[in-house]
Protein backbone atom coordinates (compact mmCIF):
# COMPACT_ATOMS: atom_id res chain seq x y z
CA UNK A 1 0.00 0.00 0.00
CA UNK A 2 1.32 3.03 -0.64
CA UNK A 3 1.86 5.74 1.74
CA UNK A 4 -0.17 8.51 0.16
CA UNK A 5 -3.18 6.19 0.05
CA UNK A 6 -4.67 6.82 3.24
CA UNK A 7 -5.05 10.77 1.73
CA UNK A 8 -7.63 8.57 -1.63
CA UNK A 9 -4.92 9.90 -4.04
CA UNK A 10 -3.67 13.57 -4.80
CA UNK A 11 -4.23 16.40 -6.81
CA UNK A 12 -2.48 19.96 -7.32
CA UNK A 13 -4.48 23.08 -6.24
CA UNK A 14 -3.35 25.09 -9.35
CA UNK A 15 -3.27 23.74 -12.62
CA UNK A 16 -3.37 20.80 -13.94
CA UNK A 17 0.60 19.49 -13.14
CA UNK A 18 2.06 19.06 -9.51
CA UNK A 19 4.50 21.87 -8.85
CA UNK A 20 7.15 20.64 -6.47
CA UNK A 21 8.76 22.91 -4.07
CA UNK A 22 12.53 23.88 -4.07
CA UNK A 23 14.04 22.47 -0.85
CA UNK A 24 17.18 24.97 -0.96
CA UNK A 25 14.21 27.48 -1.04
CA UNK A 26 12.25 25.92 1.39
CA UNK A 27 15.47 26.38 4.12
CA UNK A 28 15.89 29.95 3.01
CA UNK A 29 12.65 30.64 3.72
CA UNK A 30 12.94 28.27 7.25
CA UNK A 31 16.37 29.83 7.94
CA UNK A 32 14.97 33.31 8.09
CA UNK A 33 12.34 32.46 10.87
CA UNK A 34 14.37 30.06 12.72
CA UNK A 35 12.40 26.93 12.32
CA UNK A 36 12.68 23.31 10.60
CA UNK A 37 10.72 20.80 8.78
CA UNK A 38 11.78 16.79 8.90
CA UNK A 39 13.43 15.92 5.83
CA UNK A 40 10.38 13.30 5.26
CA UNK A 41 8.29 16.03 4.57
CA UNK A 42 10.47 18.48 2.78
CA UNK A 43 10.85 15.35 0.18
CA UNK A 44 6.88 15.31 -0.24
CA UNK A 45 6.44 18.61 -0.69
CA UNK A 46 9.62 18.77 -2.79
CA UNK A 47 7.28 16.32 -5.32
CA UNK A 48 4.04 17.70 -4.99
CA UNK A 49 3.56 20.76 -3.56
CA UNK A 50 0.55 22.57 -3.25
CA UNK A 51 -1.31 19.87 -3.16
CA UNK A 52 -5.01 18.32 -1.80
CA UNK A 53 -6.60 14.84 -1.63
CA UNK A 54 -8.62 13.46 -4.06
CA UNK A 55 -11.06 12.52 -0.71
CA UNK A 56 -12.43 14.35 1.79
CA UNK A 57 -9.72 13.54 4.29
CA UNK A 58 -9.43 14.16 8.10
CA UNK A 59 -6.41 13.14 10.49
CA UNK A 60 -7.06 11.24 13.95
CA UNK A 61 -5.96 13.38 16.83
CA UNK A 62 -3.83 10.97 19.09
CA UNK A 63 -5.95 12.19 22.06
CA UNK A 64 -9.04 14.64 22.36
CA UNK A 65 -7.30 16.67 24.50
CA UNK A 66 -4.60 20.09 23.82
CA UNK A 67 -1.44 19.57 24.56
CA UNK A 68 -1.77 22.16 27.72
CA UNK A 69 -4.60 21.78 29.69
CA UNK A 70 -5.85 24.77 31.68
CA UNK A 71 -5.93 23.85 35.86
CA UNK A 72 -9.71 24.44 36.64
CA UNK A 73 -9.01 27.32 39.12
CA UNK A 74 -8.13 29.26 36.09
CA UNK A 75 -11.85 29.09 34.61
CA UNK A 76 -10.65 28.96 31.11
CA UNK A 77 -12.30 25.91 29.42
CA UNK A 78 -10.55 22.86 28.09
CA UNK A 79 -11.93 21.84 24.05
CA UNK A 80 -11.62 18.28 23.12
CA UNK A 81 -11.32 17.28 19.80
CA UNK A 82 -11.21 14.21 17.71
CA UNK A 83 -9.67 14.83 14.29
CA UNK A 84 -8.97 17.74 12.23
CA UNK A 85 -9.89 19.18 8.51
CA UNK A 86 -7.94 18.95 5.93
CA UNK A 87 -7.88 20.97 2.89
CA UNK A 88 -4.43 21.17 1.33
CA UNK A 89 -0.46 21.58 1.88
CA UNK A 90 0.82 24.57 0.98
CA UNK A 91 3.43 25.40 -1.51
CA UNK A 92 5.71 28.06 -2.40
CA UNK A 93 5.90 31.06 -5.45
CA UNK A 94 1.81 30.50 -6.53
CA UNK A 95 0.08 33.54 -7.68
CA UNK A 96 -2.71 33.10 -4.85
CA UNK A 97 -0.53 34.35 -1.45
CA UNK A 98 -2.31 32.10 0.59
CA UNK A 99 -1.35 29.12 -0.95
CA UNK A 100 1.74 29.77 -0.08
CA UNK A 101 4.09 28.22 2.76
CA UNK A 102 5.55 31.69 3.34
CA UNK A 103 2.24 33.52 3.48
CA UNK A 104 1.27 31.01 6.38
CA UNK A 105 4.60 31.09 8.33
CA UNK A 106 4.07 35.41 8.20
CA UNK A 107 0.20 35.21 8.73
CA UNK A 108 0.70 32.50 11.84
CA UNK A 109 4.36 33.36 13.43
CA UNK A 110 3.15 34.99 16.55
CA UNK A 111 -0.15 33.10 16.63
CA UNK A 112 1.25 29.84 17.04
CA UNK A 113 3.48 28.55 19.65
CA UNK A 114 7.29 29.64 19.28
CA UNK A 115 8.59 27.24 16.34
CA UNK A 116 5.60 26.60 14.89
CA UNK A 117 5.43 25.41 11.12
CA UNK A 118 1.92 25.81 9.25
CA UNK A 119 2.38 22.94 6.15
CA UNK A 120 -1.36 22.33 5.35
CA UNK A 121 -5.14 24.25 5.81
CA UNK A 122 -7.41 22.65 7.59
CA UNK A 123 -10.29 24.68 5.22
CA UNK A 124 -11.62 26.77 8.15
CA UNK A 125 -9.00 28.57 9.58
CA UNK A 126 -6.92 26.04 11.63
CA UNK A 127 -3.84 24.62 10.31
CA UNK A 128 -1.52 21.56 10.47
CA UNK A 129 1.60 22.47 11.48
CA UNK A 130 4.82 20.55 12.75
CA UNK A 131 6.73 21.84 16.02
CA UNK A 132 10.19 20.34 16.65
CA UNK A 133 10.26 21.86 20.41
CA UNK A 134 6.71 21.04 21.94
CA UNK A 135 5.68 19.85 25.42
CA UNK A 136 5.24 16.85 24.11
CA UNK A 137 8.37 16.41 21.85
CA UNK A 138 8.91 17.50 17.78
CA UNK A 139 5.46 16.49 15.28
CA UNK A 140 2.93 17.54 13.52
CA UNK A 141 0.00 18.85 15.96
CA UNK A 142 -3.23 20.94 14.45
CA UNK A 143 -3.51 24.08 15.44
CA UNK A 144 -7.77 25.24 16.22
CA UNK A 145 -8.33 28.49 15.02
CA UNK A 146 -11.68 28.98 17.08
CA UNK A 147 -9.69 28.69 20.38
CA UNK A 148 -7.14 31.23 19.96
CA UNK A 149 -5.42 32.34 22.31
CA UNK A 150 -4.92 36.15 23.39
CA UNK A 151 -2.27 37.01 25.94
CA UNK A 152 -4.43 40.59 26.72
CA UNK A 153 -7.50 38.34 27.51
CA UNK A 154 -5.44 36.17 29.63
CA UNK A 155 -3.84 38.47 31.32
CA UNK A 156 -7.73 40.14 32.03
CA UNK A 157 -9.43 36.44 32.79
CA UNK A 158 -6.56 35.48 35.37
CA UNK A 159 -5.07 38.66 36.62
CA UNK A 160 -0.93 37.06 35.49
CA UNK A 161 0.71 37.25 32.22
CA UNK A 162 0.06 34.34 30.11
CA UNK A 163 2.70 31.48 30.74
CA UNK A 164 4.11 30.05 27.24
CA UNK A 165 3.06 26.46 27.21
CA UNK A 166 -0.70 28.08 27.48
CA UNK A 167 -0.20 28.93 23.52
CA UNK A 168 -0.54 25.02 23.34
CA UNK A 169 -4.09 25.34 25.04
CA UNK A 170 -5.40 24.99 21.00
CA UNK A 171 -2.84 23.11 19.61
CA UNK A 172 -3.16 19.11 19.48
CA UNK A 173 -0.93 16.11 18.69
CA UNK A 174 -1.37 14.13 15.50
CA UNK A 175 1.82 12.50 15.21
CA UNK A 176 5.63 12.87 16.11
CA UNK A 177 6.85 12.46 12.49
CA UNK A 178 5.33 12.69 8.70
CA UNK A 179 4.78 8.82 8.21
CA UNK A 180 2.50 8.62 11.12
CA UNK A 181 0.93 12.02 10.42
CA UNK A 182 -0.07 9.92 7.24
CA UNK A 183 -1.56 7.44 9.02
CA UNK A 184 -3.54 9.35 11.06
CA UNK A 185 -5.36 10.25 7.44
CA UNK A 186 -8.93 8.59 7.14
CA UNK A 187 -11.34 9.13 4.55
CA UNK A 188 -14.90 10.75 5.23
CA UNK A 189 -17.34 8.26 4.50
CA UNK A 190 -20.47 10.11 6.39
CA UNK A 191 -21.89 12.95 5.89
CA UNK A 192 -20.11 15.44 8.25
CA UNK A 193 -16.57 15.07 9.88
CA UNK A 194 -16.18 15.32 13.40
CA UNK A 195 -13.38 18.07 13.36
CA UNK A 196 -15.45 20.29 15.17
CA UNK A 197 -16.51 17.20 17.73
Known sequence: MNELDCLGGLHPVTGDAFV??????????????ERSLP????DFVATWGCCSSDEEVVFRLAGQSAVHLHAESVGIPNRRHNSAGFSHFY?????????????ALKTY??????GSVPVAADGSGGQICYIADSPVGPGFFWWDH???????????????????????????FIAPH??????AAEIVTGLQSESSG
Not at 109 to 114: D, I, S, V, Y
Request: hydrophobic fraction near 35%; proline fraction near 4%.
Open 39 to 42: GKFI
Open 178 to 183: FEGFLA
Open 91 to 103: GLNLAEETLNLSW
Open 20 to 33: GVAPEELWKILRSY
Open 146 to 172: DNEWDEDDYRVDTGEDMPEVSKFQNVY
Open 109 to 114: NTRMPE
